[in-house]
């Protein structure tokens, strides 16, 4: 083979024989003059740039220079101790290095058939007995020789050569070593978290196994009432940020801030950003309650795949004292650390800038998540359906049952419903399944009505119960109703129906609701604005009797409430459904609405139409909703995107003459 090498001017000829034998190295000729930098430049440029260059890393002479280099370099090399498995898949191996070792830049296992370089990234800590480094590093098993394998770690300014000892078959696993070691260095717990979840497809959720089998022990400051105390209440971590709350009792003035550790336990200030506000924790003594100082605030989550369920933080003093602070467990199911999210802060501290600046990001985070995760629905069918219905009802269910034999007996009395509508029930507390077939089947045998029941996999929320609704649905017309509406008489869909489209450009018309005593509930919506800014969604004359004259007029309003709405498929699908991001279930419905004028169609009520509506029977079952924020969130969301369209909608009508234009 013929090689021409040119350099500034200079031409040289090189031919290699590819049959010819070449006679050894002479290492002692190769590096006997050359300083201690040199020989670390030769191997990092044999390791790095020849072997890959030109592909020597399996020819037996490159092997068996490299292998004399290093025996030259370390000719007794010290140990590298593996100290765990993972998986029957990594060893954890432990090492030193001398202080001062710099970067390290490339990792390799070398063995008789030569290097293997290991991808990786090592953990560092000062060993402060001998002033050496510590080194903890995850090695695969398949890259590591089966015949008295080396470790070698280059770096710019230093070679380190390990000889790497074989793991007996009392290796602890890393479960256990995480119980019985990592308690000491919980930033090493958490690299190799990292490094776990970066090595392979389920590489992330073996970490988040990891952390639920063998959880580090929760930390908090307790003392006497007359001396610092603190704790860390929650730390989701999202891709937008942790979500850190907790609380600190200061009586004498201590506090100085509250810190994160980094990825590798440098700290990390929160004190600037931490939003508080007054809280009471519980006292030295059953049933007694102190003061305290409680905090919100996004951290910075560390970059990676794994899910860290117990980050640490660090309560610190004006002293220079730092006391470690370790939360529970966090939830893993984005559903339980979504609802943990949505009780972080007290609703009546959350503010507007707490809300957009700290819950909002990981709230959206979370929800997302669990979006992502709701998984297929199924279908059982309940009697022969119709073929080719002209309306679907959509009802969702969601735990409450309580309604539901009045409802469907009311459907059944219904000729029209009957003869074209077809029962859509999209069950969105799967855990109930059993019991909701069992009763279908049961008013199925009674009414004579068929019936479809959708089961959700998992729990998605009012608009994705809808919208899976619709999917499954074959009418042509949808009307979405709430599972606590009794109709006051028969031929309320009918007539709704009739309302749709034609010269006016209706796109969605909703009924007059009564609560039970018989008075308003909802005569139409408006939206009106309050003293933060937010654009809530108002009823119509709720609260007046039935009878009230203004709400007796048929009219068109901004918009009418999800509990009863009758729309067209076609219109329904061409503006997306229901959107999806609102938590739990509130504003989808005037979201829904402003969607549709924005498509030049109208909405219209019509009072003629009555229906009762036990008004958020299923929603008080939901601690999300009734504990937490989620209306506050909803509704600054809701803001946000339709501000400028209420305000034009509020303009076309007074909402306290109780009307707008005529249908």
């Known amino acids: 083979m013929d090689v021409r090498l040119e350099t500034r001017g200079f031409e040289t000829a ?16 190769i590096i006997g003059g050359l300083d201690s930098h040199g020989r670390v430049a030769l191997a990092s440029a044999l390791f790095n740039v020849w072997g890959t260059m030109f592909r020597l890393r399996r020819e037996r002479t490159f092997i068996d220079l490299l292998g ?3 025996s030259q370099m370390a000719p007794a090399p010290g140990p590298a101790v593996a100290v765990a498995q993972i998986a029957n898949e990594f060893l954890l191996a432990r090492a030193s290095l001398v202080a001062g070792f710099g970067k390290i830049d490339a990792i390799y296992t070398f063995g008789r058939h030569g290097p293997t370089r290991i991808h990786g990234t090592p953990h560092r800590v000062p060993d402060v007995k001998d002033g050496r480094e510590v080194i903890h590093l995850l090695i695969d098993r398949a890259r590591i020789p089966a015949d008295d394998p080396l470790l070698i770690l280059i770096g710019p300014g230093g070679l380190s050569i390990r000889r ?21 260095a919980p930033s090493l717990r958490e690299h190799v978290l990292r490094e776990i979840g970066a090595r392979s497809a389920a590489g992330p959720a073996y970490a988040l196994e990891l952390q639920l089998r063998s959880p580090l022990r929760p930390r908090r400051l307790s003392s006497s009432p007359t001396a610092p105390s603190a704790e860390i209440v929650s730390a989701l971590a999202t891709s937008a940020g942790t979500l850190v709350t907790g609380w600190y009792r200061d009586p004498v003035n201590l506090f100085a801030g509250i810190e994160a550790s980094g990825p590798e336990g440098e700290p990390l200030d929160l004190t600037r950003d931490l939003f508080t506000f007054p809280v009471e924790v519980a006292g030295p003594t059953k049933g007694s309650r102190l003061a305290a100082t409680g905090f919100a605030v996004l951290a910075p989550t560390g970059t990676g795949a794994v899910q860290n369920l117990q980050p640490r933080f660090h309560l610190r003093l004006k002293s220079g004292a730092r006391h470690s602070l370790v939360p529970h467990p966090q939830p893993a199911d984005p559903a339980e650390a979504r609802a943990m999210a949505l009780r972080a802060v007290p609703a009546q501290h959350v503010d507007q800038a707490v809300l957009t600046q700290v819950l909002r990001p990981a709230i959206a985070d979370l929800h997302a998540a669990v979006q992502n995760r709701i998984g297929r629905h199924t279908v059982r069918r309940i009697g022969v359906s119709h073929q080719r219905p002209k309306a679907s009802m959509i009802i969702p269910l969601y735990r409450n049952l309580e309604f539901l034999r009045f409802q469907i007996a009311a459907f059944a009395s219904d000729q029209w419903i009957r003869a074209h509508a077809e029962l859509v029930y999209v069950l969105d507390s799967p855990e ?17 009505l068929p019936l479809v029941l959708v089961v959700m996999e998992r729990n998605g929320g009012y608009a994705r119960a809808n919208n899976v609704g619709v999917s499954v649905a074959q009418g042509e017309v949808l009307a979405l109703v709430n599972s606590d509406i009794i109709p006051v008489s028969p031929g309320w869909l009918e007539a709704m129906a009739s309302r749709l489209n034609g010269r006016r450009r209706i796109g969605a018309v909703g009924p007059k609701l009564l609560f039970e005593d018989g008075s308003i509930q909802h005569a139409g919506m408006y939206f009106s604005q309050d003293h933060r800014g ?36 076609a ?6 459904g229901f959107t999806e991001d609102y938590v739990v279930g509130d504003y989808e419905d005037s979201d829904l609405c402003l969607k549709i004028t924005m ?13 009762y509506h036990l008004e958020r029977k299923s929603m008080s079952l939901n601690a999300e909703y009734m504990r937490g924020i989620a209306w506050q969130y909803n509704c600054a969301l809701h803001t946000e995107r339709w501000r400028e369209v209420m305000i034009t909608a509020m303009q076309t009508g007074r909402p306290r003459k109780g009307r707008n234009a005529a249908l």
């Open 68 to 70: 004399d280099i290093l």
């Open 534 to 569: 937010y654009w809530l969604n108002q009823h119509f004359h709720k609260g007046m009797p039935r009878d009230y004259a203004p709400a007796c007029e048929e009219r068109v309003v901004p918009a009418v409430t999800g509990a009863c709405l009758v729309t067209t498929r």
């Open 571 to 576: 219109l329904f699908e061409s503006v997306g």
């Open 432 to 448: 109930q399944a059993q019991e909701v077939e069992h009763l279908l089947g049961g008013l199925h045998l009674i009414y004579g």
């Open 599 to 611: 498509t030049e169609r109208k909405i219209g009520y019509v009072p003629d139409i009555e229906l």
């Open 14 to 29: 090189v031919t290699i024989d590819a049959d010819a034998a070449l006679p050894p190295a002479d290492v002692d000729s």
């Open 164 to 184: 790497l000892l074989k793991p007996d078959a009392r290796l602890p696993s890393i479960e256990r070593w995480f119980h019985e070691q990592a308690h000491a």
